[in-house]
T-cell receptor, first 115, second 111 residues
Framework: GAVVSQHPSWVICKSGTSVKIECRSLDFQATTMFWYRQFPKQSLMLMATSNEGSKATYEQGVEKDKFLINHASLTLSTLTVTSAHPEDSSFYIC???????????FGPGTRLTVT | GEDVEQSLFLSVREGDSSVINCTYTDSSSTYLYWYKQEPGAGLQLLTYIFSNMDMKQDQRLTVLLNKKDKHLSLRIADTQTGDSAIYFCAEVDGNTGKLIFGQGTTLQVKP
């Protein structure tokens, strides 16, 4: 089946620093990737939709200057949390959509802790 | 906006059947999905059903779709302790193509 990887799986950083999270589709090309945020015991919150070669589309309330998304190739999208603060601590999950029946395959997630 | 609702918790004994229910609002959804999330992990696509189907079976999993009532269910036969996880129902927003998730149902399987 389709495999999506994320790197790193967890990261701890100091307040004010920036963190980059990578999302890769390993065995298929994904024209569209999504970034989600999940708080403990809650559902996923869509942050942005990323299409290869174009600017990401952010959901309402998500700061595009804080959460920078780059989708440079059909297999790689990156999320950079700039000037991270403790309230940015969360579980970030990416997904990649294959062509056809809107199947989305999810990465294993990245646990970000900002101290 | 579009909405997907699930019950939050289900507890069953090992070997029993589990039924997780979901209701959705977008009648134009073409596909509906069930995802499984184990602790600290991403989401695993379990199965999906096309909106013109009433039922889909895949090994221990049976999905039932009642399009009239906008009700979706996932039945897990012979539930095992390894099935303990959070199960998310999701529909595709007919306008945007985005997934709309329910709150997730925590399935607890007791030995």
């Amino acid at each position: 089946g389709a495999v999506v990887s994320q790197h790193p799986s967890w990261v701890i950083c100091k307040s004010g620093t920036s963190v980059k999270i990578e999302c890769r589709s390993l065995d298929f090309q994904a024209t569209t990737m999504f970034w989600y945020r999940q708080f403990p015991k809650q559902s996923l919150m869509l942050m942005a939709t990323s299409n290869e070669g174009s600017k990401a589309t952010y959901e309402q309330g998500v700061e595009k200057d804080k959460f920078l998304i780059n989708h440079a190739s059909l297999t790689l999208s990156t999320l950079t949390v700039t000037s991270a603060h403790p309230e940015d601590s969360s579980f970030y999950i990416c997904s990649a959509r294959v062509r056809g029946p809107y199947e989305q395959y999810f990465g294993p997630g990245t646990r970000l802790t900002v101290t | 906006g579009e909405d997907v609702e699930q019950s939050l918790f289900l507890s069953v004994r090992e070997g029993d059947s589990s039924v997780i229910n979901c209701t959705y609002t977008d009648s134009s959804s073409t596909y509906l999905y069930w995802y499984k999330q184990e602790p600290g992990a991403g989401l695993q696509l379990l199965t999906y059903i096309f909106s013109n189907m009433d039922m889909k079976q895949d090994q221990r999993l049976t999905v039932l779709l009642n399009k009239k009532d906008k009700h979706l269910s996932l039945r897990i036969a012979d539930t095992q302790t390894g099935d303990s996880a959070i199960y998310f129902c999701a529909e595709v927003d007919g306008n945007t193509g985005k997934l709309i998730f329910g709150q997730g149902t925590t399935l607890q399987v007791k030995p």
